[in-house]
């Protein structure tokens, strides 16, 4: 069952952490959260005791990366009281989205996030421990492949690096996976923008498209058709490439119309080589609309909902896109992330061609 991240004896350092998720769920300019984030780890870096004798000689302030307003957040902590600025924040919350609870209360995971390896604002450590707040059993890390250089892709020695991490993350975890993963460029052929070599090495490969959104239909349905087909692709991720409304991220458009191809051809593919259709939630794709998630539905394909979070606060996206899947009729063992992650593994393992 899935549940919201909670402070545990006003901790000052969790209720920084709690900030900083709740202003990233409500896409808060990311300059903002990160002075939150900035104070918590500050914070967290302190011996037991520091914080409070701080507080008590009036020189908590003095440290880096705590200012006036996360200070105060930090003192109200140690008085015992629930911040001011997070008691706003809880006051105002509201659902992102009705309908799709049955799918949400169903979801293990996450298959699609990132970090501050490629495009993502956090450590790894800081996604991984929010998606065991928010009740997940397993998340996997997909930061972006090297052709994509505006998100900082990861080359093959980078990734080779992350996989050591990704594993040492996932020991600290215990009761919880942290699954290797990447989102990795489908090309203009076709291929994908990594080794097979690594490819093979990862848990799981959402495959999308992040170039030449424009092509015509018969370039960008062979295109996305090639990839389907490549034995290491699992997930085919935010097939159109649209975006519908501003997003967080400085630079996204603020609009973009959805890529022309042949979707009964792609959707029939996904279903033929079991890979599964990604149902991504991010407020500013919300991606496949949703008569192609019926179409991808009646085609026989399965689905993966996933947030694309590029902040820990963005995990709780998740629910838009299970009211969708609620809307067209999305039955829950179609989900992938609603498997355990025994079966979800042994998919992604065997699933192609099946």
Known sequence: MARRPTISGMDPVAALRRIAFLLERGQSPTYRVKAFRTAATALARLPDGEIEKRVAAGTLTNLAGIG????????????????????????DLQPLAVGGEDIRAALRGDLHTHSEWSDGGSPIEEMAITA????????????????????????VERLQKQLAVIEAVDRALPGFRLLSGIEVDINEDGTLDQTDEMLGRLDVVVASVHSKLRSGSREMTARMLAAVRNPHTDVL??????????????????NRPESTFDAQMVFDACAEHGVAVEINSRPERLDP?????????????????????????????????????????????????????????EWTATHHGA
């Open 68 to 91: 006036p307003k996360t200070g105060a957040v930090a003192e109200q902590s140690i008085a015992g009281r629930v911040p001011d600025y997070l008691a706003d924040l809880e006051k």
């Open 237 to 254: 991720g935010h097939c159109t490439g649209r975006m519908v409304a501003a997003g967080p991220t400085r630079g996204r458009p603020t």
């Open 289 to 345: 609309p949703k008569r192609l998630i019926d179409m991808a539905l009646r085609a026989g394909c399965r689905f993966s909902i996933d947030t694309d979070a590029h902040a820990p606060g963005q995990l709780d996206w998740q629910m838009l896109g299970c009211a969708r899947a609620a809307q067209v009729g999305v039955p829950i063992d179609r989900i992938v992330n609603t498997w355990p992650v025994e079966r979800l593994l």
């Open 132 to 155: 065991v707040e928010i009740g997940h059993e397993y998340m996997v890390l997909t930061d972006h492949s090297p052709r994509l250089t505006v998100a900082n892709g990861l080359t």
